[in-house]
């Protein structure tokens, strides 16, 4: 029985990518699958023809040879293996596919024939607190941080000076081993090299073959202009340093900014809380505010301000991170009642109050005016 065309049973056309003719493959392999199929012998028949189509097709060399000559390319032991249809089901050909396919399931895909040897050391966080002031114009900070550093004596390679580590016996530097059980190919993490690929027989006396110290350094951090509550800054290549001369991973700094004593921020707006005198509010007047640029702002304060009266001073705010535009500044105004009155005072008050009309305090008499009004609707 003549074989089917390869890009006919996996039903893409000629030209397919490697990225859809992936796509094909999982899908029918996902319905063709022993497992799923338990004593249908036409399904293992087909998962066999489509596993071999997948795995000349899937190499561009073998794929380029079937193009040319088709079927008669892999004729007389060139092609994948034994068995129905030319294809050994228990190959390594089949392994391949489906660590291609499904590897990331099982632990990740392989490195490239080595196993990596080496591991991405771990991030680090630094929290770190600012002022207000500080977010605003910025600053360069100095951090010292303890963690683990590339061993001076072995570069990182964890043997001692003059030696190297070996490739591992037990995988042969893959990091991994394979076990074959039914339609399933096993890979777990090497025992002999706990996964590195090499091992060492003579280890650093300095780090004790890990390839990394203990280590406090010191690190420059920049803090640029506008930068907010929770804001993070990595540092590139400053976190633990990699096993065995493996990339180091990265520091993480987190800032807080510290509460301030006049302002509270809310993005790029600065929002200030003033208190101000009976006679200012009533009469009219100015009063200056502080500002994070060190400068002072003057705010003219008309007769009859109320409490909640709020003054906007535009572009004194926070700096926008990573932009020229800035926040404004506004103040809410308190008007604050005087206390421990003198009995001059009182007698000054007295007569204020004698003068009143009801002109002088139109919020007030209006609201009681109302309830009045409430309170004889109730008696009807």
């Not at 190499?59 to 994948?80: L, N, P």
């Not at 607190?129 to 500080?134: A, T, V």
């Not at 009976?278 to 008309?302: C, F, H, N, Q, Y």
């Not at 404004?328 to 009642?337: A, C």
């Amino acid at each position: 029985m003549a074989k089917r065309d390869f890009y006919e049973l996996l039903g893409v056309s000629k030209g397919v990518s490697a990225e859809e003719l992936k796509k094909a493959y999982r899908k029918l392999a996902m319905q063709y699958h022993p497992d799923k199929n338990p004593g249908d012998k036409a399904a293992e028949q087909k998962f066999k023809e489509i596993s071999e189509a997948y795995d000349v097709l899937k190499d561009d060399q073998k794929r380029a040879a079937y193009d040319r000559y088709g079927h008669g390319a892999f004729e007389g032991g060139m092609g994948g293996g034994a068995g129905a249809g030319g294809f050994d089901f228990n190959s390594s050909g089949f392994s391949d596919i489906f660590e291609d396919l499904f590897g990331e399931f099982m632990g990740g895909r392989r490195g490239g024939g080595q196993g990596g040897g080496t591991s991405r050391g771990s991030d680090l966080r630094y929290n770190m607190q600012i002022s207000l002031e500080d977010a605003y114009k910025g600053k360069q900070e100095t951090v010292r941080v303890t963690t683990s550093a590339s061993c001076d004596d072995c570069s990182g390679s964890g043997a001692a000076p003059g030696t190297k580590p070996v490739t591992c016996s037990v995988c042969n530097g893959a990091g991994k081993v394979r076990a074959q059980q039914g339609f399933f190919t096993i890979e777990r993490t090497c025992h002999g090299c706990g996964g590195m690929g090499r091992t060492i027989k003579d280890p650093c006396r300095k780090c004790g073959g890990s390839g990394r110290v203990r280590k406090e350094k010191s690190l420059s951090v920049n803090i640029p202009p506008g930068v907010e509550e929770g804001t993070r800054i990595r540092l590139a290549g400053e976190g633990e340093a990699g096993a065995r001369g493996g990339p180091a991973g990265d520091l993480y700094i987190f800032l807080t900014i510290a509460p301030h004593r006049f302002f509270k921020r809310e993005g790029a707006n600065l929002h200030c809380r003033v208190p101000i005198r009976m006679t200012t509010a009533a009469l009219g007047g100015s009063i200056e505010v502080p500002t994070l640029d060190g400068s002072r702002a003057k705010i003219t304060i008309p007769a009859g301000t109320q409490s909640a009266d709020q003054f906007r001073l535009k572009s004194k705010g926070m700096p926008v991170l990573r932009s020229p535009g800035k926040g404004d500044i506004y103040i809410h105004v308190t008007v604050e009642t005087p206390v421990n009155l003198s009995k001059k005072q009182r007698d000054l008050l007295k007569t204020f109050e004698e003068s009143e009309s009801d002109k002088n305090q139109p919020e007030t008499e209006g609201f009681f005016s109302k309830v009045k009004e409430f309170w004889d609707d109730l008696k009807e």
